[in-house]
């Protein structure tokens, strides 16, 4: 059997794509909710959606890092800001939170899925992998919310974000060293950190609070 | 011909000195404003002046690091410092931003065309090698802002900045792809963000403004 | 003479988990204090702990870092933020700034020997030795205060904390020439900085203040 049937690589190409683009849309929508200029909103988006990757791709000391080789990625960040710009302005619409949350869900599953993929294959230790997996859905949205002054929301929203990313990861983990599909592995992954995060957000469970009082 | 002339040579290195010392003073001014101590001062001022260039030499995987050849520059920020403090002290002198804003400017367009030259030397496509110059003339001040708790004002002044970098950082990809002396593309690239960056703040020009109401 | 006799290594092993777990607690209770959820202090006790030495290793090149070499650290973080979860719920009990000042103060002056060792032994210069100490020792703390959106606590605490580790690598400098034994290095940069930094808190001596009126 061939690794990639068309079938399914076309359709992981498709949630590539679609998780890229929730992730930048949350950066958009956090600088223009910041007044950043048109400049600061590229760059905000465009670190939400790479800066997972680009982190992870650093500490595993890889290079040349995914968006250098796929030019195109870049390119898209800027048509979608120009795009959301025009549009906002002229039909006062408003992108709220809950528009991106289920395409974020599935970048959040994606990104940790590789992520976790992509270190296990250097090879390191699972722990080590699962927690690479998780910078690598995470830490986009972490810079986006420390380069605008904000505590980043995934360490402080209480609803489970990276607990999905890291459950997520160790299925990948598992499915790897039992079948030894990538393909297999990665569907696994991404599925279960999504079906995870649907069910947070769905029955709005917390994380348990800490207090100092 | 010889690719660096004396003269050149001469003039280039003058110009690095002046746009790292402009980097400095405006981090050295913001730690100041915001009460840092002495560590801090040197740090913020260290930070500001190499921090563009060290990123960008960790996200293209150089070493060593151009402060690690040349300590001069890491000392020459300590004196800064003590300078400045001394003077500021002595003098009720209020360094404004105003006294900076030429260096600055040549220390934008030195920064840029000489980061983009570097990437371009890796090799690395055209794009990303300008993406490059921008990071090593732009996110030294982003750094800076980030420590000292400031949204970076590259992406909220709304006057035009890293697109004037962005603009130098094309016009050596042009020199260099027609003529192919490093030379030449280095001065065009500075040349051509110090002109647009000197526009920007005669004519006092804006980016469009990101609204959500 | 052996270079770590068996006494010996089994001082500075817990002496370095001693700084470790005091490096880990300023965070989670710097995270607690900002209402964190259980994610973020995990995450933020992990960046204080491994923030500065994983910060060195991406500037110096070096892989795997030791969190990656050592997975019992990472758990061992994970570990202590349970542990003091329910400890700190049962009991009403507030860590407070002095109860991990010295245990603190024990981590600044191994990280900061150690990792002025450990870039000396690339090698590097001096000068750049001793910054990487400095990084080393300081920068998890920096880190911690950046995701926490603070202005980090080693730039504007104005009693000398960075300063102590700067001496201190420098005394590793010193030993290091004249003697060879990295061991003889490691123990009287540690004693120097801690000496200095107790020095510092129980004198109470200031860094010189800054102003811009």
Not at 179 to 197: F, H, N, P, Y
């Amino acid at each position: 059997m061939p690794a990639h049937p068309l079938n399914l690589a076309t359709a992981l190409l498709v949630a590539e794509w679609a998780a890229m683009l929730a992730f930048a849309l949350s950066g958009l929508m956090e600088a223009a909710r910041k007044r950043l200029d048109a400049v600061g909103v590229v760059v905000v988006a465009g670190l939400t959606a790479f800066g997972g990757g680009t982190l992870r791709d650093v500490l595993l000391d890889r290079r040349p890092f995914f968006w250098v080789q796929h030019a195109q990625y870049v390119w898209a960040i800027v048509a979608l800001a120009v795009i959301a710009m025009l549009f906002m302005r002229g039909r006062h619409f408003q992108p709220t939170e809950r528009a991106i949350v289920w395409p974020d869900a599935l970048g959040l599953g994606l990104f940790a899925a590789s992520g976790t993929l992509i270190a296990l294959a250097t090879p390191l230790p699972a722990l080590v992998s699962v927690l690479m997996g998780v910078v690598t859905a995470v830490f986009g949205g972490v810079l986006r919310d420390i380069v605008c002054n904000e505590i980043p929301a995934a360490f402080s929203d209480h609803r489970p974000y990276a607990v999905c990313a890291f459950a997520g990861g160790w299925a990948v983990v598992a499915v790897h060293s039992l079948d030894g599909s990538e393909t297999a592995a990665l569907i696994a992954g991404t599925l279960l950190t999504v079906l995870l995060r649907a069910l947070v957000l769905w029955r709005n469970w917390q994380l348990p609070a800490w207090r100092i009082d």
